[in-house]
């Protein structure tokens, strides 16, 4: 049985695993406006950047187990943030646990 998706951001992820989760933004919709969210992770530990993909309008976040097994444990601070040609804003600030 597949796991559900989240649909906000984990305070905590173990490297190996697939992690996933989904965004709902009304103002800053996935798909033909062109709006990309991202994610930039900043530890001692290291860097992480994340991009979601369009799932319809909603934003898909989908690490696979390849990717994640790289990532150093520690704590990071996280900014997510949308894009969509020369225009940035901050939908999320907060930290997380690599585990």
């Not at 530890?43 to 994340?50: F, L, N, Q, R, S």
């Not at 898909?60 to 990071?76: E, N």
């Not at 949308?82 to 940035?88: A, H, M, P, Y």
Request: hydrophobic share 35%; no cysteine; proline share 3%.
């Amino acid at each position: 049985m597949a796991a559900d998706i989240a649909t906000k951001e984990p305070t905590q992820i173990r490297a190996g695993d697939t992690i996933k989760w989904e965004k709902t933004l009304d103002d800053y919709p996935a798909g033909g406006s062109e709006w990309v969210l991202k994610y930039a992770f900043r530890g001692t530990a290291g860097v992480i950047d994340v991009t979601a993909t369009a799932d319809g309008t909603d934003h898909l976040v989908s690490i696979a187990p390849a990717t994640s097994t790289s990532y150093a444990s520690g704590h990071y601070d996280v900014l997510g943030f949308v894009e969509k040609g020369s225009d940035r804003y901050t939908i999320f600030t907060g930290r997380i646990e690599v585990l």
